[in-house]
């Protein structure tokens, strides 16, 4: 069994370094057509990596990069909100948008955003979702194995006071519901970037007066969903109706 038990461990790591071998030499191929400008080739290998499920904020901050060079502005900025949403703190990710930003014509003006939240996201992109829940899980799990040495469950030399037992369970606890919080601001699909011309509507119908048309690479948020309408919140706050047609919306990989 034991011999079983290592030759599993070594056919696993075997694959990992394959694994990872495969990956750095498809990242160094993709490097290598940015570098000489073949922008299309490099996207296509970016965006499989993104189709097999790597979320590394790097990786949509190239994809970005490389549509921006592209001349596709809404593509460009996608990309580059998604790497925010992971990297929320990164200023060369916030730069970017803005400078993309820049190019759209007849942008709304963004409203500044409260400090206050701007820090709480920026908090719960410290760690992933995976990394706080666990986290959470060893402070509490410290908790429960000193409480069972204070009611000679189990021996051990080492105790801490009762009192500051309960200070790593709620700690743990904390960090646990940072973890759900994470999650929810990682993965939340109320946000979309605009990929094409749109009318922006008081009402959900066609009849309804225009009140402006956004251009593509706007960012609004998704207030409420009438049939294929959406109600949203533009950066300057304003809101109005538009075809869902209209939208991306700004995800990482599935729930």
Not at 147 to 175: C, D, E, H, M, Q
């Amino acid at each position: 069994m034991k011999s079983f038990t290592i030759s599993a461990l070594f056919i696993f790591l075997a694959f990992s370094i394959q694994a990872g071998n495969a990956l750095k030499e498809r990242m160094d191929r993709a490097s290598q057509f940015y570098s000489e400008s073949k922008y299309a080739e490099a996207l296509e290998i970016w965006n499989g990596l993104v189709s097999s499920g790597n979320t590394d904020p790097n990786l949509f901050f190239n994809i970005g990069s490389a549509e921006s060079l592209l001349g596709h502005i809404p593509e460009s900025i996608l990309a580059y909100e998604r790497a925010e949403r992971l990297s929320p703190a990164d200023n060369r990710i916030n730069d970017a948008i803005k400078k993309e930003r820049a190019k759209i014509d007849n942008a709304v003006i963004p409203a500044s955003p409260f400090f206050l939240i701007e820090g709480y996201h920026d908090f719960l992109g410290i760690f992933r979702p995976g990394g706080w829940v666990l986290l959470g899980l060893l402070f509490m799990g410290f908790a429960l194995w000193q409480w069972l040495v204070s009611i000679n469950a189990i021996r051990s030399y080492n105790l801490i006071p009762g009192r500051k037992i309960w200070y790593f369970a709620g700690t743990g606890f904390f960090f646990f519901m940072v973890g759900i919080l994470s999650y929810h601001q990682l993965h939340k699909q109320d946000e979309a970037i605009v990929m094409s011309a749109c009318d922006c509507r008081k009402a959900a119908s066609e009849e309804s007066p225009l009140t402006r048309t956004l251009s593509p690479g706007e960012k609004v948020r998704i207030i409420d969903q009438i049939s294929d309408w959406n109600n949203v919140s533009l950066l300057n706050l304003d809101d109005c109706w538009v075809k869902t047609s209209c939208l991306k919306y700004i995800e990482i990989g599935s729930r």
